[in-house]
């Protein structure tokens, strides 16, 4: 059997991909993945600001699930007519 430049090609694509999902599992460790999904109270309150969030270069009392993040600085970012 020959071995062909397309056979090559899968064949590291899918060892890229088993360890990019072996590095994966460390990195988010063994919690269940419906435990993501499920909603949480929001870290942010309805009323924080630009400034007394990201003014300072102190770590966040807690973390901020980057979706929330996302959200927030998508609406300020409107509010200040720098996103579309």
Known sequence: MQI??????????????????EMRQQWVGD??????????EPVLSWNTTYESLLG????????????????????VWEQEGLYD
């Open 56 to 75: 300072t270069n102190r770590p966040f009392p807690q973390l901020i699930p980057l979706p929330e993040m996302v959200e927030f600085l998508v609406d």
């Open 4 to 21: 062909t430049l397309n056979m090559l090609i899968m064949i590291h694509d899918l060892t890229a991909l088993i360890l990019w999902n």
């Open 31 to 40: 919690r269940p993945r419906n435990q993501a999904r499920q909603s949480r």
